[in-house]
């Protein structure tokens, strides 16, 4: 089993920007692929980014390409989600998730662990 802390949520006006970070508490963690994913009130978990365990290939959702970058540290357990020029439809809860698979595919059913999610809030 893998727990995933997720941090850096918080509260930006439009065109700010966030780094969220996710923490896994076991060393396996590094074989598998890591996602972002955000869900807003009344709507489905979307996928946002996703990186495999070597950080060669990384796979973004359609909000989140140009403007979201994510990134690993495996020696740290590590995975992050920088946002820029953030708007008020980023506004969501952003979950960070495991793939044992290592895929980093975009559907969430192919990933294996969750965090608890971290609040994003964008105003205009």
């Known amino acids: 089993q893998v727990q995933l802390v997720e941090s850096g949520g918080g509260s930006v006006q439009t065109g700010g920007s966030l780094r969220l970070s996710c923490v896994a508490s076991?060393?396996?963690?590094?074989?598998?692929?890591a996602g972002w994913f955000r869900q807003a009130p009344g709507k489905e978990r979307e996928f946002v980014a996703a990186?495999?365990?070597?950080?060669?290939?990384?796979n973004y959702g359609d909000s989140a390409k140009g403007r979201f970058t994510i990134s690993r540290d495996n020696a740290k357990n590590m995975v992050y989600l920088q946002m820029n020029s953030l708007k008020p439809d980023d506004t969501a809860v952003y979950y960070c998730?495991?793939?044992?698979?290592?895929?980093?595919?975009?559907?969430?059913?192919?990933?294996?662990?969750w965090g608890q999610g971290t609040q994003v809030t964008v105003s205009s």
């Open positions: 076991r060393r396996t963690f590094i074989n598998y692929a």
């Open positions: 998730a495991a793939d044992r698979a290592g895929d980093g595919l975009a559907r969430p059913s192919e990933y294996d662990y």
């Open positions: 990186i495999i365990w070597s950080a060669t290939t990384t």
